[in-house]
């Protein structure tokens, strides 16, 4: 497994304090011979459920030198988890979290939403400085 994201824990507890009960930290996927924990290189999944309601959270920090190489990556990672959790956990809603300050300038680019809404793509806005979540984006 690879290393916790940079704000693992400040999503991990904004999601505390909104009630949620963190079921796996990480959330193992194994699928078609392929094994995987949504987890590449500083990035990290995490499962909770909250009244009968359970996801699967994919976390980003888009803190290298380059969003849009960043975006490319998150989004392959996020459809290819939201295959494996369709086989797996076909109960689990997969979200992608990304950090309040990135949401605000490089998600709201026209080209950034389009990708956005074409893949269904479940946002989780967290504040890193804060430890909440700030924004459940659901298209």
Same mark, same amino acid.
Request: overall charge negative.
């Given at each position: 497994?690879? *290393?916790? $994201? #940079?704000?693992?824990?400040?999503?991990?507890?904004? !999601?505390?304090?909104?009630?949620?009960?963190?079921? %796996?930290?990480? !959330?193992? +996927?194994?699928?078609?011979?392929?094994?995987?924990?949504? $987890? +590449?290189? =500083?990035?990290? @999944?995490?499962?909770?459920?909250?009244?009968?309601?359970? @996801? *699967?959270?994919?976390?980003?920090?888009?803190?290298?030198?380059? %969003? #849009?190489?960043?975006?490319? /990556? *998150? #989004?392959?990672?996020?459809? %290819?988890?939201?295959? *494996? +959790?369709?086989? &797996?956990?076909? $109960?689990? /809603?997969?979200? +992608?979290?990304?950090? !309040?300050?990135?949401?605000?300038?490089?998600?709201? !680019?026209?080209?950034? &939403?389009?990708?956005?809404?074409?893949?269904?793509?479940?946002? #989780?806005?967290? $504040?890193? =400085?804060?430890?909440?979540?700030? &924004?459940? &984006?659901? %298209?």
């Amino acid at each position: 497994m690879a *290393a916790k $994201d #940079i704000f693992h824990e400040a999503v991990r507890k904004g !999601l505390e304090k909104e009630g949620w009960v963190i079921t %796996n930290d990480p !959330l193992k +996927l194994q699928v078609g011979g392929v094994e995987m924990y949504v $987890d +590449l290189g =500083a990035e990290k @999944i995490i499962a909770a459920e909250k009244d009968g309601e359970k @996801i *699967a959270v994919e976390i980003k920090s888009f803190i290298g030198p380059s %969003n #849009i190489s960043e975006f490319h /990556t *998150a #989004i392959g990672q996020f459809i %290819n988890y939201r295959v *494996a +959790l369709e086989e &797996q956990y076909p $109960d689990r /809603t997969l979200y +992608l979290a990304v950090p !309040l300050g990135t949401y605000q300038t490089f998600f709201s !680019l026209q080209f950034i &939403q389009t990708v956005i809404q074409r893949f269904e793509v479940k946002v #989780i806005v967290y $504040d890193p =400085a804060n430890e909440v979540i700030w &924004q459940w &984006q659901t %298209n």
